[in-house]
Structures are given as C-alpha cells and as structure tokens.
C-alpha cells in the first residue's frame, strides 16, 4: 500500500509513481504499461501459417504455400476442392497446366488429402516431395479426372496412417505409370476403383504384394485398364479388376499386375 498526500491517505500504485517519479521516467513507464497490456489482451497476433494457392501472371502455374504471408502476395486464391468453388473460379482453374508445391509446404501437416487435385487440367506437378503426408487419413480422389496428366511422382508418399485410396487415380486417362513401391498399406481399408478409367495405364511399380491385405474392399480397383500389364507379361482381365491381381507379376504360376523394379 502506498501512502501520501497533506492527509497520508492510501494512493494507488499509478497515482504515486506520477506524483514520485520525474515526467520522463513516467512515459517510459506508461509506454512499457501500454505493450504490456496490448500483448496480454492478445491484439499483437501474428498471422497463422496457413495453406493457399497463387496464381501466376499468366494464369497457367499455381503455386501452393504454407505460411502466413498470404497478405504480401498477389495472384491469391483459397485452396478449395474443385466442386466448393464458383463457376468463374472453375473457369480460371481449368487455365492451369502446373501445379508446383512451395517448400513451405514441408511444414504442413494435413490429414486429408482428399480432392486435392480433382478435375484439374494440369499436365504436371512439381515437389510433391515436399508435401509430408504423415498423418493423412483419406487420399480419396486425390488425383482423380486429371485428364492431362500423364505421370505423378507419389513415390515420397508417407501412407501409414491411410485408410482410404478409393479412386485415388481415377479417370485420369492419360496417365501411363505410377510408382507406389513406397505405399504402406497396413490401414488401408478401401482402394475401390483407385486406377479405373485409367486407359492409358501400362506400368505400375510396386514390390509389395496387396492380394494378401484380405480386409480391403477393392471393387473396379483396375477396371478398364485395357493397356495395363504386369512386369512379366500378364496382360489385362477384364474379369479380374479387383485386387486378386494387385501383386508383382509372377508370370502365369502367380500372375499379377505389378512390376518389380
């Protein structure tokens, strides 16, 4: 308590520094007060890291960042799925023919990738190795009627906590090989559809047998794979698309659709 005045009455601890202290020490002080209290009320905030896409100039490469400078940049859009954004906003993302992750995207940690990149006209991506996929639960649909892209490099891809490829690559008809040598699927539980209407399709990289991961619902997994063929020879069935034959070809004692590598 402090004590002043003709009468030695209680002041307040503002009220005695003011009557104590000389003027320049008590703006020194007041300032100090005046931050303190801004930072203790929370208005001094700085943006969030957040993921969004750029435009460039000439509208045919997107660019997508993970930090808190979406306010310096221009050309900015949010990242939306395909079928959320307005008909002017499709319009401008049926220009794109690139897709390219900024490094900054090493620092996100989606859990779902689901869409991502549905019903693009892009005819390639660049970095996906900077997009850690680490705790991604559904890649449902993620590449899905890409109708230019003709290769996608998945082979960094972090899927252990996958549960969901349903259609993943889809109608995405140009595409004519993939690698997912890297794919974990321990707890994935559903890969219906995940190449079908892929026409173009002719190899995929995997060394990892699939057929014996009994729990997974697989229906049309390949369907309408004309031109794909395992790394022995097996050529495609059209009675056989789901994962019966999603293992590294044995040749016709073990047939699959797989190739080593």
């Given amino acids: 308590m402090f004590t002043g005045g003709r009468d030695n009455v209680p002041l307040s601890p503002v009220i ?101 990149f549905f019903n693009y006209n892009i005819t390639k991506i660049e970095h996906l190795e900077y997009l850690n996929t680490e705790n991604v639960t559904t890649m449902a649909a993620m590449f899905s009627v890409c109708h230019s892209l003709k290769e996608v490099d998945v082979s960094t891809f972090n899927t252990k906590n996958v549960t969901d490829m349903n259609c993943m690559f889809a109608f995405s008809m140009e595409l004519e090989s993939v690698d997912v040598r890297n794919f974990d699927m321990q707890r994935v539980n559903e890969t219906s559809c995940m190449f079908a209407y892929c026409t173009e399709l002719t190899t995929i990289l995997c060394d990892d047998d699939w057929s014996k991961y009994s729990k997974i619902y697989s229906s049309g997994m390949f369907f309408w794979c004309e031109k794909l063929a395992g790394g022995k020879g097996t050529r495609y069935n059209a009675e056989i698309t789901d994962m019966t034959y999603a293992r590294p070809d044995g040749g016709t004692g073990n047939p699959g659709y797989f190739t080593e590598k």
């Fill in 16 to 116: 005695y520094i003011a009557t104590t202290y000389p003027t320049t020490i008590m703006k020194q002080l007041f300032s100090l007060l005046a931050v303190l209290w801004i930072v203790a009320m929370g208005t001094v905030k700085a943006a969030e890291n957040e993921i969004y896409a750029v435009y460039s100039t000439d509208g045919q490469t997107m660019t997508l960042y993970y930090d808190n400078q979406r306010a310096a940049r221009s050309g900015v859009t949010d990242w939306f799925y395909y079928d959320d954004l307005p008909r002017s906003e499709k319009d401008r993302l049926h220009a794109v023919k690139t897709v390219v992750l900024d490094i900054s995207m090493k620092k996100a940690r989606p859990t779902s990738t689901k869409r991502w």
